[in-house]
């Protein structure tokens, strides 16, 4: 453990996070994105220079806020009773580089993972994709867990792109958000779009939307439904 401490002033969003944090794993498994202990949420702790996440190796079942692991940027342990995930660098190396994210996910959801065992970008064919994502869900390079090549990957390839989610290549998903609910939701719609872009390929070709149209969905969506929906949603 490290010697910093957590500051007076920092405590109240610290657990507030810790909660939060706790919570939105239990939407991974309800939306059956997640496997054994796999897939991780982290937030950043707003105003400081800290991020809360899962511990590594814990039963899904297990995790309480108390159980959440707290970190600085750079993924060294500032407090908690358990080692932070594994994916904790990859996190903290999206967190620095990034300064508008304030959630990152990590899944293997099944047919989101099929797509990145493909390499291949899910094609934006479905409104529900001009919406959120605003164009085609991206492919990251290849890269082995430990070291900066992960967070590198996921930086490089959403840099200027609409999408908050991205297919590492033979690995899985990581979406990010302006908050851990946000990047939560992006992993739950990348994995709806990637199972239907999936039923419609067995059906025959698929096509693209039209750019226009792309736009069009993602502008109304980010601008005008977008702000409705945010004051009618309950947070999480
Ligand atoms: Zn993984």
């Known amino acids: 453990m490290s010697s910093r401490t957590i500051s007076t002033a920092d405590r109240p969003a610290v657990e507030e996070l810790r909660a939060k944090v706790c919570a939105l794993h239990a939407e991974l498994l309800r939306w059956g994105l997640v496997t054994w202990t796999s897939g991780n949420v982290s937030g950043r702790v707003p105003g400081t220079d800290l991020l809360v996440i899962k511990p590594s190796g814990l039963s899904y079942e297990e995790l309480t806020p108390e159980s959440m692991v707290v970190t600085d940027l750079e993924g ?3 407090e908690g ?5 594994s994916d904790t660098g990859s996190h903290a190396y999206v967190y620095r580089h990034r300064p508008d994210v304030g959630g990152v996910v990590h899944t293997h959801s099944p047919y989101a993972t099929a797509w990145a065992a493909r390499g291949e970008a899910i094609p934006c064919a479905i409104t529900a994709m001009g919406d959120e994502f605003g164009d ?3 492919v990251g390079p290849f890269a082995l867990i ?6 590198r990957g996921i930086v490089a390839t ?5 999408s908050p989610a991205v297919l590492m290549r033979s690995h899985g998903v990581f979406t990010i958000g302006k908050d851990p609910r946000a990047a939560v939701k992006a992993a739950v719609m990348c994995e709806d779009v990637a199972r239907t872009v999936h039923f419609a ?3 025959g070709q698929v096509e693209r939307l039209a750019q226009e149209h792309i736009d069009a969905l993602y502008d109304r969506y980010q601008n005008v439904y977008g702000q409705r929906s945010a004051a009618v949603e309950g947070e999480i």
């Open 201 to 203: 390929r067995q059906l």
């Open 136 to 138: 085609d869900i991206p």
């Open 76 to 78: 060294k342990l500032i």
């Open 81 to 85: 009773d358990y080692a932070p995930s």
């Open 158 to 162: 959403l840099e200027g792109h609409r």
């Open 146 to 151: 430990g070291g900066d090549d992960i967070g």
